[in-house]
């Protein structure tokens, strides 16, 4: 029998250490749940541990696994003493498992890595420094890279951002997320997701889309436009879960509960802008149609960005409100308005790019920048001349 010690602390004293702390006591911590990955376990935390700026603490919540787990994470946590090992008596599920996980992590950042994931060199240093300067972003992100099955191609998926490792604000956020931010490469502001209640178990395989678009949509995000984590494919995914039906509805109608809600009013427009829901399918207006809301503008602005194929999709749809819904986004009544908004944004657009003509010309402050100013109006002048 091994007798070696272990950093492994049964949960309850690890609660009792975290409560009334005022402020993050170290930087940064990872969390990680894991259920039965034993076999993934070494290449994950190995990823972690070989990062140029490794993890001040790494929180792991085995959720009551029956197979080698346990052993695995003890064995490295003999030999790194950052490594504390929480043990449920009963499996809570993955969500269950990260919520309590980060809030024992006493991190001022909080990155939340999957067993069967792992992190690509120099992560956590380029997150970390691009937060420090951008204190009062949400969250710091890369690109969603995947890995289809255990030894499959590395697909890099490119975000289509700027190219360039920045801050953007909400309305920016808004103007360019095409759909979610993926946790797995990111890193968050531990105060940020705390304030949100970390994930909401009742939105179960969309918890991780809200929340991070939330603290996006809230307080701004980072962007670095590279890989920073590779995301594992498997069929066993939590996320493969999330498939047409009356499940899915279900959860869809739990967004619509939480979304339409006041704890959520400064953030709604921006999602309902965005158009990022429209991804999980028509199922969508499914649960929208369920409510008696469905009508009001705070409802219909989600349902609006589907295809025409997929509104006609649902005109023999069994629940008439379903198909009523479908028949105004194809009648001719919402086509007039939708034409009529992309005709004022044309307008807004074209009146922010003649402020920014005007701006470059108004000479700046001060002597020195009214000299720079005059010497580059000249040198414009004389190419034109020249030209």
């Not at 921006?270 to 008696?292: E, K, S, V």
Request: aromatic share 10%; charged share 20%; proline share 7%.
């Amino acid at each position: 029998m091994d007798t070696r010690p272990t950093n492994a602390v049964h949960i309850v004293g690890l609660v009792s250490q975290s409560q009334g702390r005022d402020m993050p006591s170290v930087v940064l911590s990872v969390v990680m749940p894991n259920y039965n990955h034993a076999r993934y376990l070494p290449r994950a935390l190995g990823a972690i541990l070989s990062q140029s700026l490794p993890p001040d603490e790494i929180v792991i919540v085995d959720d009551a696994s029956t197979d080698d787990s346990v052993a695995v994470i003890e064995s490295f946590a003999y030999e790194q003493p950052r490594i504390r090992l929480v043990r449920n008596e009963s499996n809570l599920g993955v969500v269950g498992a990260m919520n309590r996980g980060a809030a024992l992590a006493t991190g001022r950042y909080l990155a939340l890595a999957a067993a069967d994931d792992y992190a690509l060199p120099g992560f956590f240093e380029k997150a970390v420094a691009l937060f420090d300067r951008h204190p009062k972003a949400g969250l710091c992100f890369g690109y969603d890279t995947c890995q289809f099955g255990d030894d499959g191609a590395i697909v890099p998926n490119p975000s289509g951002w700027p190219d360039q490792p920045d801050y953007y604000p909400p309305e920016e956020v808004c103007r360019h997320l095409r759909h979610t931010i993926a946790g797995h490469c990111g890193l968050f502001r531990a105060d940020a997701l705390r304030d949100i209640g970390w994930y909401d178990a009742g939105l179960a395989w969309y918890c991780d889309w809200f929340a991070h678009l939330t603290l996006a949509f809230r307080h701004g995000a980072c962007h670095i436009p590279e890989p920073l984590a590779v995301r594992v494919l498997l069929p066993q995914n939590y996320s493969a879960e999330a498939k047409p039906g009356a499940k899915n509805v279900a959860v869809l109608r739990a967004f619509f509960d939480r979304i339409t809600s006041p704890a959520y009013a400064d953030v709604a427009p921006y999602f309902r802008r965005n158009g990022a829901a429209t991804y999980f399918g028509t199922d969508l207006i499914r649960a929208a149609a369920t409510r008696p809301d469905c009508w009001q503008p705070h409802v219909l602005g989600f349902l609006n960005g589907f295809t025409d194929e997929q509104y006609a999709g649902l005109l023999n749809d069994p629940e008439p409100r379903v198909r009523e819904v479908a028949a105004l986004f194809l009648g001719p009544y919402w086509r007039q308005a939708a034409a009529k908004r992309q005709e004022i944004e044309a307008e807004l657009q074209q009146l922010r790019d003649d402020l920014e003509v005007a701006r470059g010309h108004i000479p700046p402050p001060g002597a020195m920048g009214k000299a720079r100013w005059l010497a580059g109006m000249m040198a414009r002048r004389l190419k034109l001349k020249a030209g």
